[in-house]
């Protein structure tokens, strides 16, 4: 089991920054994949960035160039750096993870389906 628990949400204004953390506990081990997932009002969750166990990084397009997804491997903790922010950033943002058995290896990708662990959300609202 993996235990995952997000911080760092609030309200900021257009054009703003903000740092979400995502601290995991339990199981992990060195193949460990992770992401951070939102969902806005009305709409589905979708992918934002995840990361894989060797550090290769993917981003939705929406936040390209914008958000910086990374991980502390020594303090089990994922980080989002959102820049630029934009009012349709609106949303909860869950943190999520995988980790593999030995003889699997997982993607760090945006598929929902890809992760077994997730934590319970932390509110981001950007206003214009």
């Known amino acids: 089991q993996v235990q995952l628990v997000e911080s760092g949400g609030g309200s900021v204004q257009a054009g703003g920054s903000l740092r979400l953390s995502c601290a995991a506990s339990g199981y992990t081990n060195s193949r460990t994949c992770m992401a951070w997932f939102r969902q806005a009002p009305g709409k589905e969750r979708e992918g934002v960035a995840g990361?894989?166990?060797?550090?290769?990084?993917t981003y939705a397009d929406s936040v390209k160039g914008r958000f910086t997804i990374s991980k502390d491997n020594a303090k089990r903790t994922l980080y989002l750096q959102m820049n630029s922010l934009k009012p349709e950033d609106t949303a909860v943002y869950y943190c999520a993870a995988e980790a593999p058995p030995t003889w699997e290896r997982c993607a760090g990708g945006l598929r929902q389906n890809e992760y077994s662990y997730w934590g319970q959300g932390t509110q981001i609202t950007v206003s214009s």
């Open positions: 990361i894989d166990s060797a550090g290769r990084t």
